[in-house]
């Protein structure tokens, strides 16, 4: 399974990017899709999962400001964030949750106050 992400960028604090992650194979058929993301020093933390069945969670640090969203049609899975703040500023990550976990290569988002 490879995962190919994009969208990252530079924002204002405010401001909104949406990333977006290309799956290789069909998602319909993986147990859950995720974004993760890394800021320096410190450990990858899960930002919003969702489930095959549609199931949706996210980190109580981004509810109300950022949708998790999948289109099986193209096989792809985004993040619409909205309202960035500085904190958000890490390396995002997308994650398909299989057997095994696979994971994308990741995209920067940098959010400047």
Known sequence: VQLVESGGGLVQAGGSLRLSCAASVS???????AWYRQAPGKQRELVALISSG???NYA??????F????DSSNDT????MNS????DTAVYYCNAQMIVYY???GTQVTVSS
């Open 27 to 33: 998602i319909t058929g993986i147990n859950a899709m």
């Open 54 to 56: 549609g199931s949706i």
């Open 60 to 65: 109580d640090s981004v509810k109300g400001r």
């Open 67 to 70: 949708t998790i969203s999948r």
């Open 77 to 80: 899975v985004y993040l619409q």
């Open 84 to 87: 960035l703040k500085p904190e």
């Open 103 to 105: 994971w994308g290569q």
